[in-house]
């Protein structure tokens, strides 16, 4: 495909945005876990299936992602993105199990179509030295869609519940993708309308299999994934549960944590183009993330709340501040015009990683009787295995 370079502002800030919104969508129940489970006669902890059937749809259409951004173009398919996720808070504004579900599958869909389509935009900019950083402004969407579930979602609920929290939350993703139809027809001049895209699937997974680095890379971020989500999905109620702080207080520390994770993205993506190593840089963020999860698993109820959010911080720059990075790495050992399939399945690996870690973490806990915290604990061997991976992945190279 070719369209020509893109401008670096605009698209930047539109595909950084378009992450952030779509996280939000994909947040927005972890942050009124307790309100919510309270409403409904649940327990809190369900909001870990909740995250699994989100990401588990998010794994079946992102392979899906490069064959739509290859026939509609990049720009559409991040607008398809946003209108799905504004459906899906919608569905779940309904306020029934059913609902619930319904909801968190369209979420899921919208949310699996978004990094094929940035990543395609993205590496149509003039080629630069910082990819690194580049990749993880646009990658700070996450932990800012997190700071947005986080400061947004509890004031919103205790107010005026927490449906109306979420239909407001729809209309912002619904604003941003009418502003991205002006510059769609630009953006998209590389589409192919005759392009298939079922086909898709099997060459964007087969293609990451084939190629050493891709697989080990997109392996290790199976494990990180499933640790960045078990941190956001279940802080609040941890903390809410188990430390006994007020639901305000405890979504304004997951807040921090993913502010932390916001600066994090910018360090670790400077840091890999300092090292010119995106794997040597992940290696670090693994390590400093072990001491995060040993930070947060400690934490007591007679803690002040300053040594509370710098434990969970420690966690966010670390847990949350990995995916730029590695999102720049596949970018550099694809093609050009494989970029879109090459994250697409890559992207597939990692979401087995978002669907499995927080449901197995509620699983633990419901079933196993194990505590928030003891489960914290154990994610520090998640992240060992993850590096493990990172130094095949170098191997290889």
Same mark, same amino acid.
């Given at each position: ?20 919104? @779509? @996280? ?64 899906? #808070?919608?569905?779940? +504004? ?22 094929? +389509? ?21 990658? #700070? ?15 919103? @609920?205790?107010? !005026?519940? !927490? ?15 009418? =502003? ?49 989500? #078990? ?60 001491? $995060? ?23 966010? =720059? ?19 015009? +494989? ?21 197995? =973490? ?6 196993? $009787? ?18 493990? #991976? ?8």
């Amino acid at each position: 495909m070719n369209g020509g370079s893109l401008p670096i502002v605009p698209v930047l800030t539109a595909t950084t945005a378009t992450q952030a919104l @779509t @996280t939000l969508a994909a947040l927005a129940m972890t942050a009124v876990a307790p309100k919510a489970a309270l409403d409904l006669g649940i327990s809190p902890a369900l909001v870990g299936y909740q995250i699994g059937v989100v990401y588990f749809a998010a794994m079946a259409i992102s392979p899906v992602g490069g064959g739509l951004v290859r026939r509609l173009g990049a720009t559409r398919t991040s607008q398809l993105a946003l209108w799905l996720t504004a459906g899906g #808070c919608l569905l779940s +504004a309904l306020g029934t199990l059913p609902a619930l579900a319904a909801g968190a599958l369209m979420t899921g869909v919208g949310y699996g179509v978004t990094n094929p +389509a940035a990543s395609h935009l993205l590496s149509r900019m003039p080629p630069t030295r910082h990819m690194n950083l580049v990749f993880s402004i646009k990658q #700070c969407g996450v932990p800012i869609g997190g700071v947005l579930a986080g400061l947004m979602m509890p004031p919103l @609920t205790l107010a !005026w519940g !927490w449906q109306v929290a979420l239909v407001v939350s729809a209309l912002f993703m619904l604003l941003l993708s009418a =502003f991205l139809e002006k510059p769609r027809s630009a953006w998209d001049g590389d589409r192919v309308p005759g392009a298939t895209v079922l086909a898709s699937p099997l060459d964007s997974v087969r293609l990451v299999w084939a190629n050493g680095i891709l697989r080990w890379l997109a392996l290790s971020s199976l494990l990180y994934s499933a640790v960045q989500l #078990c941190l956001t999905s279940f802080l609040v109620t941890y903390l809410v549960r188990e430390i006994g702080l007020e639901l305000v207080l405890a979504g304004t520390i997951l807040a921090v944590a993913n502010t932390a994770g916001a600066a994090g993205r910018l360090a670790w993506g400077w840091l890999a183009d300092r090292l010119r190593s995106g794997t040597a840089a992940l290696i670090l963020n693994g390590s400093l993330s072990i001491a $995060g999860a040993a930070a947060t698993a400690s934490i007591a109820a007679d803690w002040p709340v300053w040594a509370i959010a710098a434990a969970t911080a420690l966690f966010g =720059f670390g847990a949350v501040g990995w995916n730029g990075v590695f999102m720049a790495v596949i970018v550099r050992q694809s093609k050009p015009e +494989a970029v879109a399939l090459a994250t697409g399945g890559s992207l597939t690996v990692t979401y087995v990683g978002i669907t499995i870690g927080p449901a197995a =973490f509620a699983l633990l806990h419901d079933v196993g $009787g194990l505590s928030y915290s003891e489960g914290y604990a154990l994610l520090g061997g998640l992240l060992v295995a993850g590096i493990g #991976c990172l130094l095949l992945a170098r191997r290889n190279r």
